[in-house]
């Protein structure tokens, strides 16, 4: 390779990178930033560089400080295996497995945390620059950033595996940012797998970011981007997807699996998209309209809410109960079309006990237009495994001999108005004051 | 390279790539597996490692077998073009053409086979380990895998070209597998593109996998996976998409050539999600829901039904007549919202004779909702031609001067109840028992 | 690299890639041909090759002429950053900027052009091949095309870097092409990013195209292709995406930002689907439907429309008034269904003088089908600011304290007949003649 722009972690002369790669790439961004000096040299001058990390376990003691533009980190494989499996399977049962660990192109992250340490100090990558332009063009893809172990949390939770607490972070931006690429990446076991301030045009696409405290947190505000074509699940504590005052977001394509406390958390976002994504949940609350969410859209979505069949989490929950709704709307002028809501739970699980269950739920904000949803309530008997993965896959097939379970597939709150809830649910299952909002029954067979 | 778990096929000194780039795969992952032996080394100890295939053509004549995780296999280049158009051309203007063959990093699959030779054996890379964990990550990217001929098959047709029969398969999963990616690649005349048994969190995306036998088939059973943003192509006798026992699947962004026998195939897949694809078929049947399929999903679909445009095809079918219907469906709960149907086809080609066409037809099972889908139906004369392209563009376009054509937009067997039809066609269009099912009737103009 | 068919840039002997690029590239293409000289030789024989562009700045003086099949161009960063902020900027603040340009792997665009020249001379690369068969799977990925300034244009625009004129154009293939692939690149300051007549089976997926005046144009005719998750933006004058005469194109998960004439423009246009896309525009016309389109699906978008907020193109806009329709349809059997439509204007800037602003419109053609649209109207008080970003995201976020908007939801005009209105806005809303097509109010709060 002539060109000096392109790195390998593996043969830089600085460091060790098996032993820390963060000191690896850190030497490396400034070996670009002296050789990169000048802005303007005949038309260019900071063009930046790719670093290369090829498959292998790279362990990360030293946080990777990123404040130039153009910057591609990138490897040869996303590694992700399920550490969640690994960590409940019994002990004596290790020497007998394959692989224990992640791989791939693999960052160990393995930073040495204070308890009362910021939350941004345990992050793999930190990316950060003050003034102008906003850092452009920072591009992640292909490898793994695996956290390596949960902790105790103070919680009851028995084995600290679970607890999805380990102060550790995959990517922080904390700076305003435009155009990043975080594609082709696995994340496993970090408490936050990315998270990013104020993001502008932002790709978050092809990822596996899965057995994270929480996934995806775009805080702060943002505009115009896209988090397109993931596997996503976050722990029953986080946000698989979560965006904070944030305009003209494409969320498309996504399968979300449990077990998120969330699916989706809006938090004072407008004029954004949810539109075809397979969305999976063990609780109530899978997408959520929080902080006044304005003229989003959310359509041809598949909602699927059941119960935790994995004996490891039996018990657990993410807090709410059945009259919570699977999809939670507070604010104005929103459109729900064309989504399929599926809820197969046990009678004798509800919450509050004897409770209806509801499905969609408006509580605050005026104008919103459901229409043309088609909700599937089932009574259903969910098995038990101590399999995480066949026991998703009967629970996901069990279709037969289910009985239909009585919900509200619409509840307008009193303080919510002026809605219009077309052709999703009966006279019975739609609840709400019919004199101040619209509605149109679905018809129903034989009526 | 400093790393040694990156590896390039035309370095690699055991084998010879171009003769038998099997035998240099396989012996790289010997390679792979005698340096990785230990599972838990200071966190790590497997991370697998990357084999580079660089653009050429490399015979493969030996199988590779995979057993090891984090196994990313990547060329640079996904080499499509059509053999069949190639094929069909006459021979004495081969002379003539810029190229024959595929190409990119392009594997010749000339496994020797035998008659009686079971499915697998013809697979160019069989991926299959038992044991715990589930053999995880293992990646396919950006290179092309060619089948080179199909053979007579003892039908009579009389070009052996295009019986869509070799008893190659690109890549054969057979054991359960996790977090599996297949992203850039090209695959071409291949009785199966892509079998994979027992799929979880699997990534299919943005590949070209078009004139194989069948496509992309999920075999066994599988969740939480996608296949998304591909070009796909079967032939006549074969699946473009096929999902057996799936829960969670989400299909989107797919552009669904003809001539597959059909587009989509669900045979027990539930909780699935088709949608915003564009399929394009030449016969009935374009997408099926067999055995059961409950509480899927299909929205913002474009399906296109035509003729055959092109000579050497002409008089080739599915077997399915007009009353088969586009859209097929055995199973409850189902939802299918907010599509686009055209059908253009030839009075004189309807089978049986004088039928009225079928566009949605549920043959079993209750509960199904189908609402707000446009049909539009017209009367073509389809033109024939010795081009492939400027046939299909030719009928593509030909929208003027047709006339309408009478079809049933929703046919509800008797055996199926409790269905919801709304707004997918007038009074006439619907046959079904509307004492039985529900029932609102698109308002038609001028009524 | 042992391998003959893999170029790097930086190491070809022929040429200096940082002087003129262009002129290394096509001399590697002549050693691919000079190499790959046989069609036929052991089933192989012009399987092309990759040529790699590490990050860095390369000026192109020569133009790129591809004819082989199998090219792939690649680098390692798409680079893109808003030039057009940093020439928005006062000049005496460039010195305090981190950055100037672009970066990555980069293309200056720096060809020298006459003021006549036609069109295709201004193409960093010109893809042209006659013959059989058409020119396949070539593909550009993860790179940066610029270039480097707008240009004064006669018109009354006094910063010549907001023209969006320059003569150049980064991908222009002129000559039938099949299964190309277009993912990762960034395209910036180009009067047109990518250029393609006849395309067969294109995939432009995943790239950043933003501030050129075009973005992409497929011409000609064409069919069976998609672009999906792309990041697109023109220029005032331009489209963002174009497609004439076009059969099966998928349009999807785009996130498509102003400021472009219109969002996405068919021409002839049929059987195509745009899907899922966030669509962002300062002017009406941001989807139109020219030429006689047919049977296209537009569903689960969302549209929104509202003014500029950026002071350097105050006063600019496309030339239509708001009784043009965000949507604009010409043509037959088009499917409308399930999209939001959002309109945030000040009621003293719509055009002409007290007009009430159209959404929908049919201007002519039979058939269409529009269901189930949200159409949400609000006065808003427009805010301006000299940056860039906080403007934009200041008006996304707004949505508090605004007052409905009268608006015409659907207009279908005279020459419209037999179109079926459903569930898309109130009796007041929607104008037509009543008698000649169907229709259905969405129901009213409290009617």
Same mark, same amino acid.
């Given at each position: 390779?002539?060109?000096?722009?392109?790195?390998?972690?593996? $043969?830089?002369?600085?460091?060790?990178?098996?032993?820390? *790669?963060?000191?690896? =790439?850190?030497?490396?961004?400034?070996?670009?930033?002296?050789?990169?000096?000048?802005?303007? %040299?005949?038309?260019?001058g900071?063009?930046?560089? %790719? =670093? +290369?990390?090829?498959?292998?376990?790279?362990?990360? #003691?030293?946080?990777?400080?990123?404040? =130039?533009?153009?910057?591609?980190?990138?490897?040869s494989?996303?590694?992700?295996?399920?550490?969640?499996?690994?960590?409940?399977? /019994?002990?004596? $049962?290790?020497?007998?497995?394959?692989?224990?660990?992640?791989?791939?192109?693999?960052?160990?992250?393995?930073?040495?945390?204070?308890?009362?340490?910021?939350?941004?100090?345990?992050?793999?990558?930190?990316?950060?620059?003050?003034?102008?332009?906003?850092?452009?063009?920072?591009?992640?893809?292909?490898?793994?950033?695996?956290?390596?172990?949960? =902790?105790?949390?103070?919680?009851?939770?028995?084995?600290?595996?679970?607890?999805?607490?380990?102060?550790?972070?995959?990517?922080?931006?904390a700076?305003?940012?435009?155009?990043?690429?975080?594609?082709?990446?696995?994340?496993? +076991?970090?408490?936050? #797998?990315?998270?990013?301030?104020?993001?502008?045009?932002?790709?978050?696409?092809?990822?596996?970011? &899965?057995?994270?405290?929480?996934?995806?947190?775009?805080?702060?505000?943002?505009? &115009?981007?896209?988090?397109?074509?993931?596997? *996503?699940?976050?722990?029953?504590?986080? @946000? /698989?997807?979560?965006?904070?005052?944030?305009?003209?977001?494409?969320?498309?394509?996504?399968?979300?699996?449990?077990?998120? &406390? /969330?699916?989706? @958390?809006?938090?004072?976002?407008?004029? /954004?998209?949810?539109?075809n994504?397979?969305?999976?949940?063990?609780?109530?609350?899978?997408?959520?309209?929080?902080g006044?969410?304005?003229?989003?859209?959310?359509?041809?979505?598949?909602?699927?809410?059941?119960?935790?069949?994995?004996?490891?989490?039996?018990? *657990?929950?993410?807090?709410?109960?059945?009259?919570?709704?699977?999809?939670?709307?507070?604010?104005?002028?929103?459109?729900?079309?064309?989504?399929?809501?599926?809820? #197969?739970?046990?009678?004798?699980?509800?919450?509050?006990? #004897?409770?209806?269950?509801?499905?969609?739920?408006? %509580?605050?904000?005026?104008?919103?237009?459901?229409?043309?949803?088609? %909700?599937?309530?089932?009574?259903?008997?969910?098995?038990?495994s101590?399999?995480?993965?066949? &026991?998703?896959?009967?629970?996901l097939?069990?279709?037969?001999?289910?009985?239909?379970?009585?919900?509200?597939t619409?509840l307008?709150?009193?303080e919510?108005?002026?809605?219009?809830?077309?052709?999703?649910?009966?006279?019975?299952?739609?609840?709400?004051?019919?004199?101040?909002?619209?509605?149109?029954?679905?018809?129903?067979?034989?009526?």
């Amino acid at each position: 390779m002539a060109s000096k722009n392109y790195y390998d972690v593996t $043969e830089w002369p600085v460091g060790n990178p098996y032993e820390d *790669i963060g000191e690896v =790439i850190n030497s490396i961004i400034a070996d670009i930033k002296s050789r990169q000096t000048d802005t303007d %040299v005949n038309k260019g001058g900071k063009p930046g560089a %790719v =670093i +290369y990390i090829p498959p292998g376990d790279y362990h990360l #003691g030293s946080q990777v400080v990123i404040d =130039i533009s153009y910057l591609k980190i990138m490897g040869s494989g996303h590694g992700f295996t399920s550490s969640s499996i690994r960590f409940n399977t /019994s002990e004596n $049962e290790w020497a007998d497995l394959h692989e224990l660990w992640p791989g791939g192109s693999r960052i160990l992250v393995d930073i040495p945390l204070e308890v009362n340490d910021e939350e941004y100090k345990g992050a793999a990558f930190y990316v950060e620059r003050s003034g102008n332009p906003r850092i452009s063009s920072v591009e992640f893809s292909d490898f793994c950033i695996d956290g390596l172990h949960f =902790i105790e949390d103070g919680s009851r939770e028995t084995n600290p595996e679970n607890t999805y607490t380990n102060g550790k972070t995959g990517i922080y931006v904390a700076s305003a940012c435009d155009s990043f690429r975080i594609t082709g990446m696995g994340f496993v +076991y970090l408490e936050h #797998g990315i998270t990013i301030y104020h993001a502008d045009a932002l790709t978050i696409h092809d990822n596996f970011i &899965a057995e994270c405290g929480n996934c995806i947190e775009l805080r702060g505000w943002g505009q &115009a981007s896209k988090i397109t074509d993931n596997l *996503i699940g976050a722990g029953f504590k986080g @946000y /698989s997807i979560y965006a904070q005052n944030f305009g003209g977001l494409l969320i498309t394509a996504n399968n979300v699996f449990p077990r998120g &406390a /969330s699916s989706i @958390y809006f938090d004072g976002a407008t004029r /954004s998209s949810i539109t075809n994504n397979r969305l999976h949940s063990f609780y109530p609350g899978m997408v959520v309209f929080r902080g006044n969410c304005s003229e989003n859209l959310v359509s041809s979505n598949h909602f699927l809410r059941d119960h935790e069949p994995w004996t490891p989490f039996l018990g *657990i929950d993410n807090g709410l109960d059945d009259l919570y709704g699977l999809l939670y709307i507070s604010g104005n002028n929103n459109s729900v079309i064309a989504n399929h809501f599926s809820e #197969g739970i046990n009678t004798q699980n509800i919450k509050p006990v #004897g409770a209806t269950p509801v499905i969609i739920r408006i %509580v605050s904000g005026n104008g919103n237009y459901i229409s043309n949803n088609h %909700v599937v309530a089932t009574e259903v008997h969910a098995k038990i495994s101590d399999s995480c993965f066949s &026991a998703q896959v009967d629970a996901l097939l069990t279709t037969e001999a289910s009985e239909p379970l009585t919900v509200t597939t619409v509840l307008v709150e009193k303080e919510s108005l002026q809605n219009t809830i077309l052709d999703s649910g009966s006279d019975a299952q739609v609840v709400m004051d019919k004199t101040l909002n619209a509605f149109r029954a679905t018809p129903t067979p034989g009526a």
